[in-house]
């Protein structure tokens, strides 16, 4: 008579199955070197781009000033261009002499005093600059105006308050919380960490998935024992951890190298860190299931999670400023809920009825994809 296996018997093999399949993993990533590629060399080459490479802070923006009138009002008021950190400012007599510049954009706007403003200011009429900018970069031209105003306004005011006039009834005083100097650093490389963990669970899932049908030891795995839940828990158990050790890693550089300031607390980081990787770690694992193919897997994975992430999450762009359809797409973007609980993180602290809902919608997301990736890696022979 056939003695069937205790249920402790049974527990004891798929806890050595699955053991055995973590370990397997382990392995795998410690012996190819695009796994270390991707999640170590390419998450610092991106915190580097974001952290030094780019910005958003418009600072040092080359103009012209003409003074039409020479006086000691309007050398007075030059001075005022020339000692803002926001222009680096070239000092002429006629605009015809930054014309050329302009269109080359050797400068990115020509502020012009004209002969009239000391006659205008004297009069106690409103004074005027003349703002000419280059209008083929929207936001550059922007800034240009914007602050060419700003700088006449705190002139005129500095010499209200000197007493040379009465002083102005309203004064309005601006203050910029959790990022009191608006370094675009201070939010640009927290979520650059969302775009390396996209890469890190999404990308590295997919391809080494799909390197295993390609190479026919997925289905070798699927003759086996192993169940379906075995088999995608022990594949995606070392990436989690591998994602996670990423994110640690780019952290470390944000608060110690790039002075990123850290107000909230390692719990948080990591739970929203660790259910954002539920959601990546699925799509690669649907992709790869779907595809069995590292090139195709590659290229959907690059399409489906890094282009939106990078461009449908908020982390550059506006996401209210875009179409209603565009903004409709977003809310299954789930890089849209982790960047900006991550600048929180970084920048304001614990706000956790922010973060319950960014991962309850991670984990809803996470649970379709994984779904959707169980029924496509059927336990046979495909």
Known sequence: ???????????????????????KESYQIVRDPSSILIAFVLPLILLFLFGYGVS?????????????????????????????????????????????????????????????????????????????VDGSDPNTANFVQNYAQATLANWT??????????????????????????????????????????LVGTLL??????????????????ATPVSAAELLAGKLLPYFLLGLTSMTLCVLLAVFLFGVPFRGSVAALYALSATFLMPALGQGLLISAATKNQFLASQLALISAFLPAFLLSGFLFEINSMPTVIQWITLIVPARYLIPSLQTVFLAGDIWPMFTRAIAVMLLIGGVFFALAARSTRKRIA
């Open 1 to 23: 008579m056939t003695e069937h296996p205790s249920h402790t018997e049974r527990r004891s093999a798929r806890i050595r199955r699955f053991a055995a399949l973590v370990r």
């Open 157 to 198: 005011r500095q010499r209200l308050s000197d007493g040379a006039g009465r002083p102005p009834a309203i004064t309005a005083e601006q203050r910029f919380w959790f990022n009191p100097e608006l370094t675009s650093r201070n939010f640009l490389v927290p979520g650059s960490i969302a775009i390396v963990m996209t």
């Open 56 to 132: 958003l802070d418009t600072t040092q923006t080359r103009i012209g000033l003409v003074i039409e009138q020479e006086a000691p009002l309007t050398r007075d008021l030059a001075a005022g261009f020339q000692a803002s950190r926001y222009f680096k400012v070239t000092v002429g007599r006629d605009r015809r002499e930054f014309e050329d510049d302009l269109v080359l954009g050797r400068v990115r706007g020509i502020v012009v005093i004209p002969t009239g403003f000391m006659a205008d200011y004297a009069a106690g009429r409103h004074p005027s600059l003349q703002v000419l």
């Open 205 to 222: 899932t997919s391809l080494v998935v799909a390197r295993e049908w390609e190479r026919g030891t997925m289905e070798a795995m699927m």
